[in-house]
């Protein structure tokens, strides 16, 4: 039998990476049933393969494919305690979810007790954040998280101050109407951007993460934290297979976690106001051993908190 089309592999097998990756753990099982109000497993299941038909349509992100939006992500990376700690002591704490996508992990994030109202997510495709009013049954009313849609590389959107470094800014923006994340400079003590930063070329990694900084308030323990593919050594990831629809593959630009570091603490940051954790953590991912027998695949999970 002919080797099939790396773009056939991945639109043509989507039964693949059902039977592979939709294994909810029974925590993320648990928090979609009483998220959604669904009474069983089977109903939940379908509506999961109904609302990833529907994102594949707007975009094949391969984390679609891969069900990454119910997973509840956020709470497995070793700084979401940092996180709860730090709403727990400034209750008015804004925390801004970049590339959202469907919303889980901030509605993760406030099922562990963050308030709605203080959350601003933003991404660049709204059908991805109304699929997820659709996947957990909600509407603006129910869940009053500020959906802001935009570019996160239009400077317009995102603005172009530098790091705030002495007092927050007094005036706090009404979220209801923003219509870009410039205003928000100075303000949010947390950030979360997960399987984002890989998107981009090395220049606007860089660039995204000067503009994420400048967001962030001057107050100790404000934190900007994540995690997306990375490299033992930094470059582009040439052990992947071609790009193809929605995945990068051979093009994608990978940080190695000594570089990650360095971008943050000295460049976004004047050296010494930030520590910063980065670890590269070895993953098994099928859907990718299916494309190149010989991939290995490797997360960098980081947390940069200002001192
Ligand atoms: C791979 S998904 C990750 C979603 C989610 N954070 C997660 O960890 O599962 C990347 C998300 O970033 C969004 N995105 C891609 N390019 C963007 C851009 N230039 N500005 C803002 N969002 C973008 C996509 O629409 C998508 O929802």
Same mark, same amino acid.
């Given at each position: 039998?002919?080797?099939?089309?790396?773009?056939?592999?991945?639109?043509?097998?989507?039964?693949?990476?059902?039977?592979?990756?939709?294994?909810?753990k029974p925590e993320e099982e648990a928090f979609l049933l009483s998220t959604t109000g669904l009474a069983d497993a089977d109903a939940l299941k379908?509506?999961?393969?109904?609302?990833?038909?529907?994102?594949?349509?707007? #975009?094949?992100?391969?984390?679609?494919?891969?069900? @990454?939006?119910?997973?509840?992500?956020?709470?497995?990376?070793?700084?979401?305690?940092?996180?709860?700690?730090?709403?727990?002591?400034?209750?008015?704490?804004?925390?801004?979810?970049?590339?959202?996508?469907?919303?889980?992990?901030?509605?993760?994030?406030?099922? @562990?007790?963050?308030?709605?109202?203080?959350?601003?997510?933003?991404?660049?495709? &709204?059908?991805?954040?109304?699929?997820?009013?659709?996947?957990?049954?909600?509407?603006?009313?129910?869940?009053?998280?500020?959906?802001?849609?935009?570019?996160?590389?239009?400077?317009?959107?995102?603005?172009?101050?530098?790091? !705030?470094?002495?007092? &927050?800014?007094?005036?706090?923006?009404?979220?209801?109407?923003?219509?870009?994340l410039a205003p928000l400079a100075g303000h949010l003590r947390a950030i979360h951007a997960s399987n984002f930063f890989h998107l981009f070329t090395?220049?606007?990694?860089?660039?995204?993460?000067?503009?994420?900084?400048?967001?962030?308030?001057?107050?100790?323990?404000?934190?900007?934290?994540?995690?997306?593919?990375?490299?033992?050594?930094?470059?582009?990831?040439?052990?992947?297979?071609?790009?193809?629809?929605?995945?990068?593959?051979?093009?994608?630009?990978?940080?190695?976690?000594?570089?990650?570091? @360095?971008?943050?603490?000295?460049?976004? #940051?004047?050296?010494?106001?930030?520590?910063?954790?980065?670890?590269?953590?070895?993953?098994?991912?099928?859907?990718?051993? !299916?494309?190149?027998?010989?991939?290995?695949?490797?997360?960098?999970?980081?947390?940069?908190?200002?001192?």
């Amino acid at each position: 039998m002919a080797e099939p089309h790396v773009e056939e592999v991945i639109q043509g097998h989507p039964e693949t990476a059902q039977e592979v990756d939709l294994a909810l753990k029974p925590e993320e099982e648990a928090f979609l049933l009483s998220t959604t109000g669904l009474a069983d497993a089977d109903a939940l299941k379908k509506l999961i393969l109904d609302m990833q038909a529907e994102a594949a349509e707007a #975009f094949p992100y391969p984390c679609i494919r891969r069900f @990454d939006f119910v997973k509840c992500k956020i709470s497995r990376l070793p700084c979401y305690g940092q996180l709860l700690s730090l709403v727990k002591d400034d209750p008015t704490a804004l925390l801004l979810d970049i590339g959202c996508c469907f919303g889980t992990d901030v509605r993760k994030a406030i099922a @562990d007790g963050y308030p709605a109202n203080n959350i601003i997510a933003s991404d660049l495709r &709204p059908d991805f954040w109304h699929i997820g009013h659709k996947l957990f049954m909600s509407d603006p009313a129910t869940f009053p998280v500020t959906f802001v849609p935009g570019d996160v590389l239009d400077k317009t959107f995102i603005g172009t101050a530098p790091p !705030v470094y002495d007092v &927050p800014p007094l005036q706090r923006p009404e979220l209801r109407s923003l219509r870009g994340l410039a205003p928000l400079a100075g303000h949010l003590r947390a950030i979360h951007a997960s399987n984002f930063f890989h998107l981009f070329t090395e220049a606007n990694q860089s660039a995204v993460a000067h503009a994420l900084g400048a967001l962030l308030a001057p107050t100790r323990g404000s934190m900007v934290f994540g995690t997306h593919v990375s490299r033992p050594k930094k470059g582009l990831r040439t052990e992947a297979p071609p790009p193809a629809p929605g995945y990068l593959g051979n093009r994608m630009f990978c940080h190695d976690a000594q570089s990650w570091m @360095d971008l943050w603490d000295g460049e976004v #940051f004047r050296k010494g106001t930030v520590r910063v954790e980065a670890q590269i953590v070895e993953q098994a991912r099928e859907d990718l051993v !299916v494309l190149n027998p010989g991939v290995t695949f490797y997360q960098l999970v980081w947390c940069v908190t200002r001192l």
